[in-house]
């Protein structure tokens, strides 16, 4: 057998690697790692959906604003609730109103991707335009909620250091409060829209999820019975005695009726009587996204605690 040297041998490696590299599907130049890194694909409670691995320009049709904010994520267009929050005011100054219904001006602001409610109407269409990623209310809890979001807009990491960090302070906000008020004091959670009242259960933002899941305070027992399973409850004024609690958090609408407080059945609440009444801005309170619970656990902490 006919030795090689060293350098020829090398060559002839060489160019049977070369050979190799150049034939069948290899002649493609690998685009795999473009196109991992420019789209990613989110297991979407509908089934998977690829969506841009770092949108620039999301449209959001329902209640997930702050979590965006909280993420850094730019938006070109909310819905019209996230627009009229005080809250965001500042930060969406510039951004547009949308709503699943003005497809026309949801094109000319040409999003990456749509975030919307499982009853938005005109998905299909939506899903013409980008990408489109819809929730169901309640489906799962509202921390994993936020991880979602997190993981649709690749940055659940981030979402995920800000659940465990929340999580912390709210649980130790809730101890102090505990200690101060009791261990047995109730509070309610209400709110009048336009010429209604409601009480809520633990998970129809108002700060419920804070209060009741993280906090563990106590919810009264006609509240328990009435709104716990649906999530709220409508009421009159003259029955409201029965569901004020110890405390009770107003989420008040400055723009609806309010005449129901100038009555003497509302005056004569123990709460009301004893100063325990916290009075918050309805639309900086509705929501659960990020921002909002940040914002009302800080408004717990002033009320409740006094810092």
């Avoid at 005695?241 to 008040?252: L, N």
């Avoid at 100063?275 to 309805?282: G, H, K, P, T």
């Amino acid at each position: 057998m006919k030795k090689w040297s060293a350098p020829l041998l090398l060559i002839v490696l060489l160019v049977i690697s070369a050979c190799n590299n150049t034939s069948g599907s290899a002649q493609t130049p690998d685009t795999s790692k473009e196109a991992t890194a420019s789209t990613i694909t989110y297991q979407s409670e509908n089934g998977p959906v690829q969506v841009p691995a770092n949108p620039q320009r999301v449209v959001v049709l329902t209640a997930y604003t702050g979590d965006l904010l909280t993420l850094n994520v730019n938006m070109v267009g909310v819905d019209s609730w996230s627009k009229q929050n005080p809250l965001f005011a500042d930060k969406l100054k510039d951004v547009p109103e949308v709503s699943d219904e003005s497809l026309e001006k949801i094109i000319e602001l040409k999003p990456d991707l749509i975030i919307g409610s499982s009853t938005s109407k005109n998905l299909d269409k939506l899903k013409q335009i980008a990408p489109t990623v819809t929730y169901t209310y309640g489906k799962v809890d509202y921390l994993t909620q936020y991880i979602e979001i997190g993981k649709l807009l690749n940055k659940e990491k981030e979402a995920a250091a800000w659940v465990e960090d929340f999580k912390k302070r709210a649980e130790e906000a809730g101890k102090e409060i505990k200690a101060k008020i009791g261990e047995n004091s109730t509070v309610s959670v209400i709110e009048n829209f336009d010429k209604q009242l409601y009480v809520f259960g633990d998970n129809w933002g108002r700060g419920t999820e804070i209060i009741y899941q993280a906090m563990k305070l106590k919810m009264p027992d006609k509240v328990k019975e009435m709104a716990l399973k649906d999530g709220y409850y409508a009421l009159s004024a003259e029955v409201l005695p029965q569901y004020a609690g110890d405390y009770v958090i107003f989420s008040k609408n400055t723009d609806g009726d309010t005449s129901f407080q100038n009555t003497n059945t509302y005056k004569n609440i123990p709460a009301v009587k004893n100063n325990r009444v916290f009075e918050a801005n309805a639309k900086q309170f509705y929501f659960n996204d990020a921002m909002t619970l940040d914002y009302q656990l800080n408004f717990f902490i002033s009320k409740f605690l006094g810092r």
